[in-house]
């Protein structure tokens, strides 16, 4: 009878701490959403310019279920990171900040009755990660995927630091060409050009050609 009854008091602990897991999990749900610019809006991608290049997208974690006023820790890694402990980095020839790297969440319009941070909700009211594109860009370096991780508490995941709870992620896929915009456009005007001029070397003189038929 005493074993039965350690025996259901052990399968009661091990429910109630799943029970505590799963609910402590659904606790702290949320998302990390784009707002600007267009391109992030759209499809979570952030194009730049050219080598060296700089781009920025802003973001905002929205229906979190997080009480108002939770300090909120972001890290950003690629995707190669075996872990994630910094909101800033390099990788590939690419370099990355977001800011702030913790902050507050607060409530009120546009995120009624949840807990936000962003889009002019929590303090700070603007979360941004900027991307710089490698100097040198190759067929294999002309793309990275950047995750921006929100954590919160204390815990263990890995993509926080080992040290927070997770909360929300987005991943945010970089790309930009080998060449500028600008660089890219001459290469294909002079291309054209040396095309045309080779075309010009090599037809006949349809005068001449007249000419030599007349005689003839």
């Known amino acids: 009878m005493k074993k039965t009854k350690i025996g259901l008091l052990s399968t009661a602990s091990v429910l109630l701490f799943a029970l505590a ?128 991780y929100a954590c919160y508490g204390t815990g263990n995941f890995y993509t926080c630091n080992s040290q927070y709870e997770f909360i929300a992620a987005l991943t945010i896929t970089s790309t930009v060409p080998q060449f500028t915009l600008g660089l890219g456009l001459a290469i294909a005007i002079g291309l054209v050009g040396l095309v045309l001029v080779a075309k010009k070397r090599t037809s006949p003189n349809l005068a001449s050609t007249a000419g030599i038929a007349a005689a003839a």
């Open 21 to 148: 897991a799963v609910t402590s999990v659904i606790a702290t749900s949320g998302s990390i959403g784009c707002l600007s610019p267009a391109s992030c809006v759209a499809s979570d991608t952030l194009p730049l310019n050219g080598p060296g290049s700089s781009a920025t997208a802003t973001v905002w974690l929205y229906g979190s279920t997080l009480a108002s006023g939770t300090t909120v820790h972001y890290f950003v890694c690629p995707e190669s990171a075996n872990t994630c402990s910094s909101a800033s980095g390099t990788a590939n020839g690419w370099s990355w900040a977001f800011t702030p790297t913790s902050g507050t969440t607060g409530t009120g319009s546009p995120c009624t009755g949840t807990s936000c941070e962003g889009n002019g909700v929590g303090s700070p009211s603007t979360l941004s990660l900027e991307v710089t594109a490698p100097t040198t860009v190759t067929s294999t370096n002309n793309v990275e995927d950047l995750t921006i």
